[in-house]
């Protein structure tokens, strides 16, 4: 009786398939370990090297397109050998594009980023590696994680904003407590996605003085809306006065622009969770992509976010957009509070819907 090769074949071909996307997963890994424990010169004369050999980078990101097109700009002056190929999306519609892309065998990003709460998706998809580059060293606490998946480039902060027209600069509110006062009653708006906002309360205030300030600021009838840019948008058309979850850096750009509109720090000042950046585990261009991650902490890069009024993520660069600072300032954790998430929500749910 003969037996036919073919499936010998067959399976021997298969093994050899998995044993090269193993060697693949394992050279982005070991090629980046190797480099980043090399002198800080010789790396980054490595990584030149590579990455002209390479020529692009894949960079999926939420960043509007105008920011993300002065970083670019900047980043090719020193490496105009590379090109910068930019997607740009929601941080949920991204998060399923790379994981759909894996899926189908066609792994094209090599830099992501976007929200941190993105995080646990992606390491149990499996498409992030291990980049410990040395930039995490000038990273302020709160902006790097312990085992070198992810760095934040940068983050926003929770402020109270206000409509000037309406709200004269010594009535407007001084806390939050503040806006549980009668005059205030229908006059504020609060994002209908403030999942962070009600977390960072609970961090500060501790769950039940959180949650009870929480129900009394929803008998205040606030107006519930989604989009924090729409709501801003809202409130400089006046209608509303106030709004309790206002993001400082969409307030002070349109301020900047002479837009009516203000706010206020409050006491402690409630960081959001800072932006994600990863690098891929499959990246068919690593070296090019842990340049631009290094460009993108680097004090060069750094200050382009400044300029669009992000608080970013370098210890030597202070936080100046928000003017003297509180004594008290909390970056709300994505590692506590993303296993609490379901929950949270509910929370936030059952309080202002």
Known sequence: MKTSACPIVA?????????????????????????????????????????????SVEWYATLPLQLSSELIVA?????????????????????NRVITEHRAGTNKFDVLGGTSTSHDTLMKAGLIARHMTPARGELRDG???????RVMPFT??????????????????RSYEDLLHPKW?????????????????????????????????AAQN??????????????????????????????ENQKQQGAPVDYVVPDPLLIKDPSGLWL??????????????????????????VQSNRLVARKDIEWRSLGKLPERTHVLSVEKWTPKNKELIALFDKIFR
């Open 156 to 173: 926003y902060a929770f402020v109270i904003g206000y409509n000037t027209r309406a709200v004269p600069k010594d009535q407007r509110p």
């Open 75 to 95: 980043f090719r002056k020193r490496y105009p050998f590379i090109e910068v190929k930019y997607t740009r999306g929601g941080g949920g519609r991204m998060v």
């Open 185 to 217: 009653k229908g006059e504020i708006g609060l994002e209908a996605a403030g999942y962070e906002w009600l977390a960072a309360l609970i961090d500060t205030m501790g769950e039940e003085k959180a949650v009870a300030y929480a129900r009394k600021l």
């Open 222 to 251: 606030l107006r519930v809306q989604q989009g924090s840019s729409l709501l801003v948008q809202q409130m400089m058309a006046g209608e509303f006065k106030v709004l309790v979850d206002a993001l400082h850096y969409q307030i």
């Open 143 to 149: 902006f790097v994680d312990a085992d070198g998946y």
């Open 11 to 55: 399976a021997a071909w298969i093994f050899a398939c998995l044993a090269c996307a193993a060697s693949a997963q394992e050279t982005v890994e070991s090629t980046l370990a190797r480099l980043n424990a090399l002198p800080p010169p010789e790396r980054h004369a490595s990584l030149v090297k590579g990455a002209r050999s390479e020529r």
């Open 280 to 305: 891929a585990k499959y990246a068919p261009h690593p070296h090019a992509a842990a340049l631009l991650i290094d460009f993108l902490l680097s004090r060069e890069g750094q200050q382009i976010f």
